[in-house]
C-alpha cells in the first residue's frame, strides 16, 4: 500500500461520536431504544448527515430511507465502495450493534479525508432501514430492497403493534429529509464493506481484536398461532377447556425436544410469545409466537425448519394452529479475496485476528448476493448484545476502524 491511511484514524472523535449517537433514544439503564423509522431515528440520522458535513460528505436518501453520505473520488462516474451497517436497535439494545459500523465508516471516511489523499471511486457510508425488524418485522428491509430480494410495496404494508404501517413511516422520515438528494433504489456497487462488534464471546476470549468474518449461518423464522376458546377460569372444566396457552406451551416443549441438539450447535428461540384476551380470570383464547431457527449447514436448517409445523400440529390437543413461515435465509461464505484483504490489514497493523462465523444475520447477507462483500468484527464484553449490557472498549472501536480504513481505500483504488 502506498498510503497509510489508519494513520489519521480520530479514536477520540470515533468514540465521541458512538456516544453522542446513543443519546438518541438512550434508556435509564444506559442502552438505547431507537426503533426503525422513530423520531430517534430521525434525529440520529440528522446528527449522521450534520458530522458528514462538517468534513464534505454529500449526503442522500432512496425511496427505502436507506441514508448515504458520500466521499467524492477521484472518478465518481464510478460504482462507489460501501461501507455500512444499521442504527436502529432492540427496543432494550445496546449502543454498539449496527451504530458502531456506521460510526466507524464515517471515521474511515474522515480519516481518507485527512490525509489528503482521495480515493479513485468514491466511498458511502450507509445506514440500512430497519435491519433489526423490532418494530416492522422481518428485519434488513432497507438493504432486501436495494438489492431486489424484497419489494417496497410489499415492506410497505407492514405495520407495527401499534397499526403504524412501514409506508406511513417511510413518507414522515423522508419528508423529514427532502433537502437531501434523492436516489434511486439499486444503484451499481463496488462493493460492500461492514464492521460490527461479534455479539459472541469468541474473540474476548481468545484475547482477539479483529474478526475476519468468514460468512454468515442459515435462518428460518416461522409465526404459529394457536386457537382456542375464551371461557370463565371458575365454572370451565378442564374436559371442556380449548386453552391456547396449554397448547402452545405443549407446543414450545415438543419443538425444543425436536430441535435442540445435544453439540449445541443449533440455535433455536421463541422470542415472542403473546396471550389472548391476556386476563387474569379468562381461558387463554389465543397464542401467537415466534420460532427463529439458525445453523452453519443449509441441510440442517432445512431439515429441522421442515419439522415446525409438523411438531406443531401433533402437540395442538384441542386447539387449532397455523404455522406460517416468514424467512429462509441460506447459509453464506464470503469472498476469500476480501476476507484476505481484511486479515492483511490487520496483520500489517499488529492486530491479532481470527476467522470466525457470524451466527447472526447482517445486512451484509443481502448485499452478498448484490456485489463482493465482506465483514469484521471487534471483540464486545461478555458476547452480550441485543441488551442494554451490550459494551466494547474504544481501543478495539479504533482498532477496527483502522482496518476498515484501510481496506477501504484499497478495494476503492480497484479498477
Known amino acids: 500500500m502506498t498510503a497509510r491511511i489508519s494513520d489519521h484514524v480520530d479514536g477520540r472523535r470515533l468514540w465521541r461520536d458512538l456516544i453522542e449517537l446513543a443519546g438518541f433514544g438512550a434508556t435509564d439503564r444506559g442502552g438505547v431504544c431507537r426503533l426503525a423509522l422513530s423520531q430517534e431515528e430521525i434525529d440520529a440520522r440528522a446528527a449522521l448527515v450534520a458530522w458528514g458535513r462538517e468534513f464534505g460528505l454529500h449526503a442522500a436518501v432512496d425511496p427505502a430511507a436507506n441514508l448515504f453520505l458520500r466521499l467524492e473520488g477521484l472518478e465518481p462516474e464510478l460504482p462507489p465502495l460501501l461501507l455500512g451497517s444499521h442504527i436502529d436497535t432492540q427496543p432494550t439494545g445496546g449502543k454498539f450493534d449496527g451504530a458502531y459500523g456506521v460510526v466507524a465508516g464515517l471515521a474511515a471516511l474522515r480519516a481518507i479525508a485527512a490525509s489528503g489523499l482521495r ?13 433489526e425488524g423490532s418494530r416492522f418485522a422481518p428485519g434488513m428491509m432497507g438493504s432486501a430492497v436495494f438489492t431486489g430480494k424484497r419489494r417496497l410495496e410489499d415492506i410497505a404494508a407492514v405495520r407495527d403493534k401499534g397499526g403504524c404501517s412501514v409506508r406511513e413511516e417511510l413518507d414522515r422520515v423522508l419528508d423529514n429529509e427532502r433537502d437531501l438528494q434523492q436516489r434511486p433504489l439499486g444503484f451499481p456497487v463496488a462493493g460492500h464493506l461492514e464492521a460490527h462488534i461479534e455479539q459472541g464471546p469468541l474473540l474476548e476470549a481468545e484475547g482477539r481484536t479483529i474478526g475476519v468474518v468468514t460468512g454468515i449461518g442459515g435462518k428460518r423464522t416461522f409465526r404459529v398461532v394457536v386457537q382456542g376458546q375464551a371461557a370463565h377460569a371458575g365454572t370451565s372444566r378442564r374436559a371442556e377447556r380449548r386453552d391456547a396457552l396449554v397448547s402452545a406451551v405443549a407446543m414450545v416443549d415438543a419443538l425444543q425436544r425436536a430441535i435442540w441438539d445435544e453439540a449445541d450447535t443449533v440455535r433455536f428461540t421463541i422470542g415472542m410469545f403473546s396471550v389472548e384476551p391476556n386476563a387474569p380470570s379468562v381461558v387463554p383464547a389465543r397464542v401467537t409466537f ?24 401433533s402437540a395442538r390437543g384441542k386447539c387449532d394452529v397455523t404455522v406460517t413461515p416468514l424467512l429462509y435465509d441460506p447459509p453464506l461464505e464470503f469472498p476469500a479475496a476480501i476476507r484476505a484483504r481484511v486479515r492483511d490489514a490487520a496483520a ?24 463482493p462483500t465482506g465483514m469484521l468484527f471487534i471483540p464486545c464484553k461478555g458476547g452480550i448484545s441485543h441488551s442494554e449490557d451490550e459494551s466494547i ?9 483502522r482496518v476498515l480504513a484501510d481496506v477501504a481505500f484499497e478495494l476503492a483504488g480497484q479498477a
Open 290 to 313: 415466534s420460532v427463529d431457527l439458525r445453523h452453519d449447514s443449509d441441510e440442517v436448517v432445512r431439515t429441522l425448519g421442515d419439522k415446525v409445523s409438523v411438531v406443531c400440529q
Open 348 to 371: 500489517r497493523l499488529g492486530l491479532s485476528q481470527q476467522d470466525l462465523p457470524s451466527p447472526a444475520g447482517h445486512d451484509s447477507r443481502y448485499l452478498h448476493y448484490f456485489c
Open 119 to 131: 480515493p479513485r471511486r468514491s466511498i458511502e457510508v450507509v445506514a440500512w432501514m430497519n435491519e
Open 393 to 401: 472498549t474504544p481501543s478495539d472501536a479504533e482498532a477496527g476502524v
